[in-house]
């Protein structure tokens, strides 16, 4: 029995090996989604705007959209904030706004900052909303089909490159343009 205990830690590290192994070269930015081919969880929650206005997931019918969550203390949501402005205004893309844990003066003076890409923007401060989608934190951008239901999640900062390779070839599927 002492024998064994002496390779114990041997056997300790090549399991902790094989499972950090398998981990390599897998992109975090494709975090699978349990909501995948499921509508966009039930919710009412105030316009970030409006403070007396609400709204729900009849947000995301009728039209292919994405639902772009982030906040004024997540850096990356600055670096994404051009691109979410170019692909509202260029591009006619429908981008809905969940601002998630966030103070409501600071989200409104960096909209009127930097401009507003989104059509709406639900104002979620406790994450509830953010918790039923299963968000890990900001930026992530979920895309949603004219049904409401959520066809993909991204994970990090959507740019050019991330549109081009993960994002338009999802909506245009969604739009039956594939």
């Known amino acids: 029995m002492k024998r064994f205990l002496l390779f114990l ?3 300790v590290a090549l399991v902790l090996g094989v499972v950090l192994f398998a981990g390599i070269g897998k992109d975090p930015t494709k975090l699978e989604s349990a909501l995948i081919g499921k509508p966009v969880p039930e919710f009412t929650l105030a316009d970030l705007h409006n403070p ?3 709204l729900d997931r009849s947000l995301f019918r ?3 959209s994405l639902l772009n969550v982030w906040g004024t203390w997540c850096p990356s949501c600055r670096d994404e904030h051009d691109d979410l402005m170019w692909l509202a205004n260029e591009e006619g893309i429908k981008i809905i706004g969940l601002n998630y844990k966030d103070k409501r003066d600071d989200a409104l003076v960096w909209l009127d900052r930097l401009g507003d890409p989104y059509r709406a923007t639900i104002y ?4 509830t909303l953010g918790f039923d989608l299963g968000v890990y934190g900001a930026p992530e951008t ?3 089909d004219a049904e409401g239901v959520v066809r993909y999640r991204h994970v990090g900062v959507v740019n050019p490159e991330v549109w081009e390779k993960a994002l338009l070839p999802v ?3 969604a739009r039956g343009n594939s």
């Open 142 to 144: 979920f895309v949603i």
């Open 62 to 64: 009728g039209e292919v």
């Open 52 to 54: 007396s206005a609400t």
């Open 171 to 173: 909506i245009e599927e």
């Open 9 to 11: 830690p041997l056997l």
């Open 124 to 127: 979620d401060p406790k994450g």
